[in-house]
């Protein structure tokens, strides 16, 4: 299995798994992984998800997203 697609099945797999409504969740980095676990927290309905990156354009893709 290719690297790319072990780390994005993983980090995506314990998010589709766990969070639900009652969950805040903190996503360190913007990139691809971190918008995947983005848009997880999403369709899982977290209440509160916040993205945190120091490019200001990943952050700005992220918000777009419903990053809060």
Same mark, same amino acid.
């Given at each position: %299995? @290719? &690297? %790319? !697609?072990?780390?994005?099945?993983?980090?995506?797999?314990?998010? !589709? +798994?766990? @969070?639900? /409504?009652? %969950? +805040?969740?903190? %996503?360190?980095? &913007?990139? +691809?992984?971190?918008?995947?676990? *983005?848009?997880? $927290?999403?369709? =899982?309905?977290? $209440? !509160?998800? /916040? +993205? !945190?990156? @120091? =490019?200001?354009?990943?952050?700005? *893709?992220?918000?777009?997203?419903? &990053?809060?």
């Amino acid at each position: %299995i @290719p &690297a %790319i !697609v072990a780390a994005l099945y993983g980090s995506s797999w314990h998010l !589709v +798994s766990g @969070p639900t /409504t009652a %969950i +805040s969740i903190a %996503i360190y980095g &913007a990139g +691809s992984v971190g918008l995947s676990a *983005l848009l997880g $927290a999403v369709v =899982n309905g977290c $209440a !509160v998800r /916040t +993205s !945190v990156d @120091p =490019n200001e354009e990943r952050l700005k *893709l992220a918000r777009e997203l419903a &990053a809060t």
